[in-house]
């Protein structure tokens, strides 16, 4: 009783009274007071799902239906997962938002946002704890809308009404393929309560089958940003404040994931092998699309977008394994496969989530997010610095970070397909090995490029130059993450052990637990590299400052410096394909090419989707809706026609129906 | 004593490391009809430059320091994953292939940080060049190693390395060629020699290494060159134990132990006269080239992970 009293708590403070402290009064202790409200909501959902989560305790609370639908929400090991994730990162952003807000907004502006922020949290652990259809599909609309409202709070100027269209109008093309998933259930399980959901399920045939899988897949991977639906990811991630991007991208992005789990492991319980290999194809295309794309985005904020779908991408590898290796019979295979992406999701919650709110002290300390213009940052923000360091480091999958955990199971997954019955799989998955890690590489050169070009060597402009460290509370909250980073990266078998439980829960077999034992060799091993580390900067040795050397010049400027552009140019080159980068160069004046006053050089990605995909749709859709208008005569004897017609025509229907 | 012979053997991966490289060098000076420096020559240039004192730039961070030391404290754990005179190692876990690769990895990423922090435009070059080279070569290097432990149903190198102990050299499958060839590359590409990198270059045209730790000196120099050539000695008994651990022990008596150290060090002399023949005839390739170079790799390596299908018995 205790526990779900606790959680009734949480849903009542995130949903009414946050909100009321904000919009419902203007003294300013009581909006102070709601924002601790929320900060202690969250923090008491966090204790909730860890709870869950390390015991083993589920919780289901009923509330009263709507309508014909009944609405209640339980807690299971895969919902404490995701309820955990939501809330650690939540309380991150809530400590740093109540430090960040203050210094950007208008007071105005700061009520609506604490005052949507609250009910974006919670719609998104509504989505994670749902137990009916109805109460998920509300959950996973008000995160939409909610979501569109935080965006919007900056204003409308410019671009962002537009982004935010092509974000709204592509959420509800997948919502309404969710919904289609739940309405499919209709007929065998009315109510759509998920405890009937899962019973019906092995009496689908396999067609059904299918669709409700192509419709998960459409349905949440545009949620989830998979390539090709990831087009709105790009547009509304940057746009939004930077506390909101860190939830959008860090946590948003994984109810996509829970739902996926939640259809193709536990209502389903697995399918045909292409299943998997549609996981996998996608997860390859939006990994490596993803990074390449991410490596040439000089602004903070689109790079962690783009990295965001290679993520996504690794995630949905990990989950193809899975489903794979489920339909070959190797359950085990399948629980470690899958314990690699829900504990990528997690980690990629939290690296993230910090890299958004370290974009965030970037601009709030230097006005700018252009990488070109930064520079020297780490002298000036020293505790920033090694917080942004230890995210790049951990999404780059550097081992004693906790990138590296999600991925290296993965990793074995995929070489243990090589054990695999079928002639296929056994040769595919291995070669995914290859797949994964040209993403891992690349990461690395895209964060090593982009905290190098942004925080060592010299300032490139006046704004980094005079950058200050922020404020203690957005310190905190981002060292709070760093710290989570490094503790999975080290100490992984304190969240392998509850994750894999839920996956053997969902596949039915325990991961082997040889595989999990890897990771006890971390400990050590990071003491050993800390000792030789710490033992070779002890050494006292002569140190000098010195000028380095400019070869003749009277000194180095920060022009000389590589930018994030120039950094990328080899890649550039190299996947050209990819890119069809659109070159400009302009030299200033043009009648002395040699001794040049100002030399621009600009280079674009040519390619995108939106042109070579979704604009031939809609132009297909629109030259359709002008065909169809021929039919639009005016004319009421044509209409008449029309009805006699369509009369005659269900007359025959009917004759031959039956 | 199995565990005392570990760390033995990581120790002599280290320690043997400089004068691995000055045989390359010797041996290639050889080749070109020169005399060439001593052997020890490498151990000298170290002990000079610990002597020297450290330069730093004066809009250098911390971690202009701290990189070549990240960097030589990840090179020296990543050595204690090869097995070299006895068939285990101090590190021997399941995919722990995977964990040394990735090992590194972290010793290029904070390299390219070190050079960018430096902030002279030499670093940023050296650094951006880096990335392709290590972007490119990750693939391969892993693919080759899935294909080996495919076929020795061993998940990590100790265990392949006495699964191939137990093999007829002449019983040896194409996945083995196609895996060695892969490495080999990769080995080049990683260690940068050439035809990927001239180690012994410092045009800004061309350098890769040498741009990275331009601005270093002294101290920090020393721990960065001594990385290096740990990284090419690693790489080189990588490819003797996966590919020809024959003479290994498999015991630990001293007859054994002896032979292992023998054949051994044979056969890391053949493998630097190859290099340095390698090095002496071919030229370095341009670089947009370089990656034409590890695409074979890839290749080769693809190959090979598809030809275990075969070679499985």
């Known amino acids: 009783m205790g526990w779900s009293s606790i959680f009734w708590t949480f849903l009542i403070l995130l949903g009414v009274l946050v909100p009321l402290t904000q919009l419902g009064t203007k003294t300013r202790a009581l909006q102070a007071i709601g924002i601790a409200l929320l ?46 994730l939501i809330c650690s990162v939540a309380l991150a952003v809530a400590v740093y938002s109540s430090s960040y807000i203050g210094r950007h907004y208008e007071a105005v502006e700061a009520r609506w946002m604490w005052a949507l922020m609250s009910p974006f949290v919670l719609s998104m652990a509504l989505v994670v704890t749902a137990s009916t259809g109805f109460a998920f599909l509300f959950g996973w609309e008000l ?59 092995a009496h689908l045939s396999l067609g059904v089958r299918n669709a409700l899988i192509l419709l998960a897949f459409l349905g949440f991977g545009t949620k989830a940003g998979i390539i090709p639906f990831h087009l709105w990811l790009p547009r509304a991630h940057p746009i939004a404040p930077s506390p909101v991007s860190a939830l959008m991208s860090g946590v948003m992005l994984k109810t996509a994931i829970y739902g996926l789990v939640r259809f193709a492991f536990d209502f389903l319980g697995g399918g045909p092998a292409w299943w998997g290999y549609l996981l996998l194809a996608a997860g390859a295309v939006s990994g490596l699309l993803g990074i390449l794309f991410a490596l040439q985005e000089s602004d903070w904020k689109r790079m962690l977008a783009y990295s965001s779908i290679e993520n996504i991408g690794i995630i949905c590898l990990g989950l193809g394994a899975s489903l794979l290796f489920w339909s070959y019979r190797s359950p085990a295979w399948a629980a470690l496969a899958l314990v690699g992406s829900l504990l990528h999701s997690l980690n990629h919650a939290y690296f993230k989530s910090l890299l958004f709110l370290g974009a965030g002290a970037i601009s709030d300390a230097t006005h700018q997010l252009a990488q070109d213009e930064l520079g020297g940052l780490q002298k000036r923000m020293q505790t920033t610095g090694v917080t942004i360091l230890v995210g790049c480091c951990s999404i780059a999958g550097l081992p004693l970070l906790n990138g590296f955990v999600g991925e290296w199971l993965v990793f074995r997954s995929f070489i243990a397909g090589s054990g695999l019955s079928g002639a296929g799989a056994q040769v595919i998955l291995p070669l995914f090995v290859g797949v994964l890690a040209l993403i891992g590489g690349l990461s690395g050169a895209c964060f090593a490029k982009a905290y190098g070009v942004s925080f060592l060597g010299r300032p490139r402009s006046q704004g980094a130059e005079n950058a200050r460290e922020v404020p203690w509370a957005m310190r905190a909250a981002m060292l709070a993450l760093a710290t989570v980073c490094v503790g999975i990266g080290v100490f992984a078998p304190v969240v392998l052990v509850p994750v894999s439980q839920i996956a053997g829960g969902l596949v039915g077999t325990l991961p082997p637990s040889s595989e999990l034992q890897f990771f006890t060799v971390m400990p050590r091993m990071g003491a050993a590299i800390l000792a030789l580390v710490t033992a070779s900067l002890a050494v006292r040795h002569r140190k000098r400052v010195a000028a380095t050397w400019a070869c003749g010049l009277p000194a180095l400027t920060s022009r000389m410096q590589y930018t994030a552009t120039a950094f990328t140019k080899p890649l550039r080159m190299v996947f050209v394909r990819v890119y069809k980068p659109d070159r400009k160069i302009e030299v200033l004046p043009e009648d002395l090419p040699y001794f040049p006053a100002s030399v621009s050089y600009r280079s674009v990605r040519t390619t995108s989707f939106e042109k070579s995909f979704y604009r031939p749709i809609v132009e297909r859709v629109v030259g359709l809706a002008h065909g169809l208008r021929l039919l639009q005569t005016g004319n009421v004897q044509v209409y008449l026609l029309y009805i006699f017609l369509t009369l005659v025509g269900l007359l025959v229907f009917l004759r031959f129906a039956r | 004593m199995s565990t005392a012979l570990a760390i033995l053997q990581a120790l002599f991966l280290v320690l043997a490391a400089p004068l691995v490289r000055g045989a390359v060098g010797r041996l290639k000076a050889r080749f070109q009809r020169r005399q060439g420096a001593s052997v020890w020559r490498p151990y000298s240039d170290l002990i000079k430059l610990f002597q020297k004192e450290d330069l730093i730039p004066p809009t250098a961070s911390w971690i202009f320091r701290s990189a070549p030391r990240i960097v030589f404290a990840v090179i020296v754990t990543a050595a204690a994953f090869l097995p070299v005179f006895q068939t285990t190692a101090l590190a021997g876990h399941r995919g722990d292939f995977i964990l040394f690769v990735y090992l590194l990895a972290i010793g290029r990423f904070f390299l390219m940080l070190g050079a960018m922090d430096g902030g002279s435009g030499f670093g940023g070059m050296g650094a951006s060049r880096e990335a392709l080279v ?80 331009l601005e270093y000196s002294g101290p920090s120099l020393a721990l960065v060159e001594w990385a290096n050539a740990i990284k090419l000695n690693v790489l080189l008994s990588l490819l003797i134990a996966l590919f020809v651990p024959w003479g290994i022990a498999t015991q630990l008596t001293w007859q054994a132990l002896v032979l292992a150290l023998g054949s051994y060090a044979v056969k890391l002399l053949l493998l630097a006269v190859l290099l340095a023949g390698i090095e002496s005839v071919i030229a370095k390739l341009r670089m947009y080239l370089v990656p034409d170079f590890l695409g074979v790799a890839t290749a080769l390596s693809t190959l090979a992970v598809i030809f275990t299908m075969i070679a499985k018995r």
């Open chain 1, 143 to 201: 995160m939409t809308l909610v979501s569109a409202g935080l965006i919007l709070v900056e204003g409308d100027a410019g671009d962002r009404i537009h982004n935010v269209y092509i974000y709204l109008l592509m959420m509800h093309l997948g919502a309404a393929a969710v919904a289609a998933c739940f309405f499919l259930y209709w007929p065998s399980a009315p109510g759509l309560e998920f405890a009937a959901i899962r019973s019906s399920s």
């Open chain 1, 39 to 84: 900060i202690l909501g969250i923090a008491g959902g966090l204790v909730l799902a860890a709870v869950c989560l390390w015991t083993g305790l589920s919780i289901s609370i009923r509330l009263p239906n709507v309508g014909y639908f009944p609405v209640s929400l339980a807690i299971d090991g895969l919902s404490a997962l995701f309820l955990f």
């Open chain 2, 134 to 213: 290590s972007t490119m070569a990750e693939g391969p290097l892993l693919l080759a190693f899935v294909a080996v432990s495919i076929v020795a149903h061993r998940p990590a190198i100790a265990g392949i390395v006495e699964w191939t102990v137990g093999q007829n050299f002449f019983d040896i499958s194409a996945v083995h060629i196609l895996a060695f060839t892969t490495l080999g590359i990769v080995s080049l590409a990683e260690a940068g020699r050439m035809p990927v990198d001239n180690p012994t270059t410092h045009l800004e045209l061309t350098m890769i290494h040498e741009g990275m730790v």
